[in-house]
Nanobody, 122 residues
Framework: QAQLVESGGGLVQAGGSLRLSCAASGETFSSYVMGWFRQAPGKEREFVASIVRGFGTTFYADSVKGRFTISRDNAKNSIYLQMNSLNPEDTGVYYC???????????????WGQGTQVTVSS
């Protein structure tokens, strides 16, 4: 059974940093793509970043490019999201996801974690 467990969320002031972690079961970690999505209250879930198995090619939403970095540690079956220069618009529940094809659509990711709350105060 696929399992993804996020951690690292919290409350931070604007301009601050947080690092999210996602631990995956072995089978899930072998998925072609792993990524991060977020959902703010009253809004749809949106793509944040993804990383491809193998070469580790990364993709980012324009809104986080240059501020966020996605990475993976194959030895720990984990991916991470380093978030710098946070602003209140980054507030939301952040989800880790795994999928079988390169996509930015939530529907194309079949495995999801429970989410971790990130709140950025102004």
């Amino acid at each position: 059974q696929a399992q993804l467990v996020e951690s690292g969320g919290g409350l931070v002031q604007a301009g601050g940093s947080l690092r999210l972690s996602c631990a995956a079961s072995g089978e899930t970690f072998s998925s072609y793509v792993m990524g991060w999505f977020r959902q703010a209250p009253g809004k749809e879930r949106e793509f944040v970043a993804s990383i491809v198995r193998g070469f580790g090619t990364t993709f980012y939403a324009d809104s986080v490019k240059g501020r966020f970095t996605i990475s993976r540690d194959n030895a720990k079956n984990s991916i991470y999201l380093q978030m710098n220069s946070l602003n209140p618009e980054d507030t939301g529940v952040y989800y880790c996801a795994a999928g079988g094809k390169l996509s930015r659509r939530p529907d194309d990711f079949g495995s999801w974690g429970q989410g971790t709350q990130v709140t950025v105060s102004s």
